[in-house]
């Protein structure tokens, strides 16, 4: 049975808002969803460490930190050192995947790893056991408000079943098109977490939409 928990993500806030954003979820939202974008590995720029550290003093609820960017190796561990609850890396740029997991988790916080649409994760297989969370992108990172791919679908399935096989405890993440009409498919392939920007803060009660996906994705 899937857990699903919902994290807003706030890209899709109002961007002169952040800290209301966040507290308009608060108690209704399991964790929040931070994309960091470095105009590199994305074509888009987007919060920072200093964000994570203000999001920290304006909400209770736990950071769930995406980083698309390059270089992750780098970067990644002042995200947990600055209170992120996960910090997120992609498959395609981390260089040192043992070492700089080992970073993430020696800072505090969990890790996940995130694959675009297009990069299979049966070559990740024997590296899973280092994360807390496999992040399946459902669509190509960058934007908010894209439409949900369904060819993503079976991977979600087939990712299900690596871990069930496996006895991994990893939280299966999607991110990208999530709303009240495609999260019912996502929690049948077996998503425990739901990332959700525009389907969030897009709604007049970004609180009640919450609510009202996490009964969708338990329906
Ligand atoms: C895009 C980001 C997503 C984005 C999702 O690369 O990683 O978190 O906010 O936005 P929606 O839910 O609008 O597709
Ligand atoms: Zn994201």
């Not at 950071?63 to 992750?72: G, N």
């Not at 649409?117 to 190509?140: K, N, Q, S, W």
């Not at 991110?175 to 998503?191: L, M, P, Q, S």
């Amino acid at each position: 049975m899937a857990i699903a928990q919902i994290y807003p993500s706030l890209l899709a806030a109002d961007f002169g808002r952040i800290a209301d954003a966040a507290r308009a979820v608060e108690g209704r939202a399991d964790w929040l969803h931070v994309d960091v974008m470095d105009y590199h590995f994305v074509p888009n720029l987007a919060f920072s460490g200093d964000t994570v550290t203000a999001l920290r003093a304006a909400t209770e609820t736990p950071l769930d930190c995406h980083l698309m960017i390059s270089d992750p190796d780098r970067w990644a561990p002042g995200f947990a050192e600055r209170g992120a609850a996960n910090v997120t890396i992609h498959a395609e740029a981390v260089e040192n995947l043992p070492r700089t997991t080992e970073a993430i988790r020696a800072a505090g916080a969990r890790t996940g790893l995130a694959v675009k649409p297009a990069t299979p994760v049966e070559g990740y297989a024997d590296d899973l056991h280092r994360f807390d969370l496999l992040l399946l992108m459902t669509i190509e990172p960058g934007f908010g408000g894209q439409t949900f791919m369904d060819s993503v679908l079976p991977k979600i399935q087939a990712a299900r079943r690596l871990l069930d096989q496996r006895g991994l405890d990893l939280w299966l993440q999607i991110d990208g098109g999530v709303n009240a009409e495609t999260i019912e498919r996502a929690a049948a392939a077996g998503v425990d977490v739901f990332v959700a920007g525009t389907a969030v803060y897009g709604l007049a009660d970004p609180g009640a939409a919450v609510e009202a996906l996490r009964a969708q994705a338990l329906r």
